[in-house]
C-alpha cells in the first residue's frame, strides 16, 4: 500500500507563495496519475491540479496560471508551488494518487490571511 504524506503547508499573507510536497513510500512511477485536491470548510473536495506519470499536467481554471505541478521520480515526490496566493485559497490539499489502486494523503492546511 503506497502511503502519501504531505508537507509544506501553513499561513501566508495574500499574494504570497507556497510549495507544497507529497512524498509517497513506493517509487511514484507505479503511480499513473498523481495530484492535489483541495478542501475549504463546508465544501466539497475539489481538483486543483494533476501530472501523469508522462509528464502532461491539468490545473483547475481556479489555480491555472498560479499555481504549477511537478514530480521529482528520483524522490518519489510531487510538489504543488502556488503563487499570488488569495485567501479563497485556504483550504486542507490532499495528494492524490491513482495506480493500482487510489491513494490520499492526510492533507495539509493552507491558510492564506493578512
Known amino acids: 500500500q503506497v502511503q502519501l504524506v504531505e508537507s509544506g503547508g501553513g499561513l501566508v499573507q495574500p499574494g504570497g507563495s507556497l510549495r507544497l510536497s507529497c512524498a509517497a513510500s513506493?517509487?511514484?512511477?507505479?503511480?499513473?496519475?498523481m495530484g492535489w485536491y483541495r478542501q475549504a470548510p463546508g465544501k466539497q473536495r475539489e481538483l486543483v491540479a494533476t501530472i501523469t506519470s508522462g509528464g502532461s499536467t491539468n490545473y483547475a481554471d481556479s489555480g491555472k496560471d498560479r499555481f504549477t505541478i511537478s514530480r521529482d521520480g528520483a524522490k518519489n515526490t510531487v510538489y504543488l508551488q502556488m503563487n499570488s496566493l488569495k485567501p479563497e485559497d485556504t483550504a486542507v490539499y490532499y495528494c492524490y494518487g491513482l495506480g493500482r489502486s487510489v491513494y490520499w494523503g492526510r492533507g495539509t492546511q493552507v491558510t492564506v490571511s493578512s
Open positions: 513506493e517509487t511514484i512511477f507505479i503511480i499513473n496519475l
